[in-house]
Each structure stands twice: as C-alpha cells, then as structure tokens.
C-alpha cells in the first residue's frame, strides 16, 4: 500500500507498519468485521473499518484521493490508540 500513499499519510502507513498494531500474541490474524465510507466530496473517500484482533476491537480510518492521472492514493490514515508525533510545522 505505500507505492499508493501520498504526504503525511506515506509517513504514517510506515510509522504504523513498525510497529505492527494489528498483531497479536497468539498469532490470531485481523478479521475485517465492518467497513463503510463517506463521500466528502468530488474525488475524496472516507473510509472506516472495524477491525478485529484476537479479543480486540479496532478501528481504522482512512481518506483516498483520485488525482490529476485518475489514480486513488491513500492522503490520511489513522488507527486508535498511539499516534505518530507530527511536527508543528506539518
């Protein structure tokens, strides 16, 4: 997914990857349990998903962007629970 991200959310998707949030400790792979999205306006989707992990209920939500070349990219991504410092300039 990171050939498909843009900006911050780049950032974000690898922050997120190192740290496998999504994984457990007996190994229970993540199970999409409901998805839905939001039109927010021309050429922007946003998107949640609950997802779960093991005993674990999370959340995801994410922003898809179509650009000037008709590609969907990845503008924002967050998960619950720590989140990426962003500096105060971003």
Same mark, same amino acid.
């Given at each position: 997914m ?10 974000? @998707?690898?922050?997120? +990857? ?6 457990t400790? !007996?190994?229970a792979r993540?199970?999409?349990r409901d /998805?839905?999205w939001y039109?927010a306006g021309?050429?922007?989707?946003e998107?949640?998903?609950r997802?779960?992990?093991g005993?674990? @209920?999370?959340?995801? +939500?994410?922003r898809?962007e179509?650009?000037?070349? !008709?590609?969907?990219r990845c503008t924002?991504?967050? /998960? ?5 410092p962003?500096?105060a300039?971003?």
């Amino acid at each position: 997914m990171l050939g498909l991200t843009a900006g911050r959310a780049y950032d974000d @998707l690898t922050w997120l +990857a190192e740290r496998g949030p999504l994984r457990t400790l !007996r190994g229970a792979r993540p199970v999409v349990r409901d /998805l839905g999205w939001y039109e927010a306006g021309p050429g922007a989707i946003e998107v949640f998903a609950r997802i779960e992990t093991g005993a674990r @209920l999370r959340a995801m +939500a994410f922003r898809l962007e179509r650009g000037r070349d !008709r590609r969907w990219r990845c503008t924002a991504i967050e /998960l619950d629970g720590p989140r990426r410092p962003h500096p105060a300039a971003d």
